[in-house]
Structures are given as C-alpha cells and as structure tokens.
C-alpha cells in the first residue's frame, strides 16, 4: 500500500475514532436520561449544533493526520473527495429510505437508548450538507498541518 492510499485510510479511521470516542463521553456525561429527553428546546439546538461541531473536528482531525503521513499536497484532497462521495452516498440511502423513523408513543418524553440508535433520524438538510461540512473540515485539517 502506498504512502498516499494509506494516509487517507488512517484519515478516516481517525474520523470514525473521533467521533465514536467524542459520542461516547457525550453520551456518559449526559447519561441517557439527559441525552435523550426529548423537547422543541434541546433536541434540536443540541442534536444538530453539537453533533455538526464533532463532525467538523472529527473531519480536522482526519484531515490533518492524512496530510502529516502523505507529505503531499495533493493527498487530503482525495481525503475530501472520499468524504463527500461516501457522505453523498449516505444521504441519498437515507433519503430514500421513506421516511422511516422513530415512533415516539403519546406523551413518551424519553427514548431508549437502541431505539435512538437504530431507528434514528435526522432532518433531510443536515444529511445533505454533512458531507460538504466533512469535506471542508477535512481541506481545513489539511491546511493546519500546512500541506
């Protein structure tokens, strides 16, 4: 394996480190009780600013670390281009899916934690705009390294 092919494999392995670690002390500091509770107030402001700004490192991190291994220019722009084709991917398989999602019952004001893993959802223009906000933060990373 080239020194290219594996800075942008070690990128993304960081990007998916980051997040799974940064999730996870999200997840135990808040417990499931406060994670989860759902209200107009927190769902949005924290499910969509907080889980943007972890992605946005996430993607600085992977960035930078690809830069650092490659030692070419070049090298995190392929790094970008996998984000966002991967990402783009992604959100046409869940936009398609129809709709599918978690069914809340009347009055419910916590959701279990596996259900909000596996039946989760997000609005449709957080799916579509993540994969450029990866890309970005991944060009971002890249330019901090000083590639």
Same mark, same amino acid.
């Given at each position: 394996?080239?020194?290219?092919?594996?800075?942008?494999?070690?990128?993304?392995?960081?990007?998916?480190?980051?997040?799974?670690?940064?999730? +996870?002390?999200?997840?135990?500091?808040?417990?499931?009780?406060?994670?989860?509770?759902? +209200?107009?107030?927190? #769902?949005?402001?924290?499910?969509?600013?907080?889980?943007?700004?972890?992605?946005? /490192? @996430?993607?600085? *991190?992977?960035?930078?670390?690809?830069?650092?291994?490659?030692?070419? @220019?070049?090298?995190?722009?392929? /790094?970008?281009? *996998?984000?966002?084709?991967?990402?783009?991917?992604?959100? @046409?398989?869940?936009?398609?899916?129809?709709? #599918?999602?978690?069914?809340?019952?009347?009055?419910?004001?916590?959701?279990?934690?596996?259900?909000?893993?596996?039946?989760?959802?997000?609005?449709?223009?957080?799916? /579509?705009? +993540?994969?450029?906000?990866?890309?970005?933060?991944?060009? *971002?990373?890249?330019?901090?390294?000083?590639?």
């Amino acid at each position: 394996m080239s020194r290219e092919t594996s800075a942008v494999v070690l990128g993304l392995i960081m990007m998916l480190v980051f997040m799974f670690v940064s999730l +996870s002390v999200v997840y135990l500091l808040l417990n499931p009780v406060g994670l989860y509770f759902i +209200s107009a107030a927190t #769902e949005g402001l924290f499910a969509t600013i907080g889980s943007m700004a972890l992605a946005l /490192l @996430a993607a600085i *991190a992977g960035g930078w670390v690809c830069a650092a291994i490659a030692g070419q @220019a070049g090298t995190p722009k392929v /790094l970008a281009m *996998a984000v966002l084709v991967l990402g783009l991917l992604l959100a @046409a398989r869940v936009l398609t899916s129809g709709g #599918e999602g978690m069914e809340r019952e009347q009055g419910a004001t916590i959701l279990p934690i596996l259900n909000v893993l596996t039946q989760g959802w997000q609005q449709s223009w957080i799916v /579509l705009l +993540s994969p450029f906000i990866g890309a970005t933060g991944v060009l *971002a990373g890249a330019r901090l390294k000083g590639s």
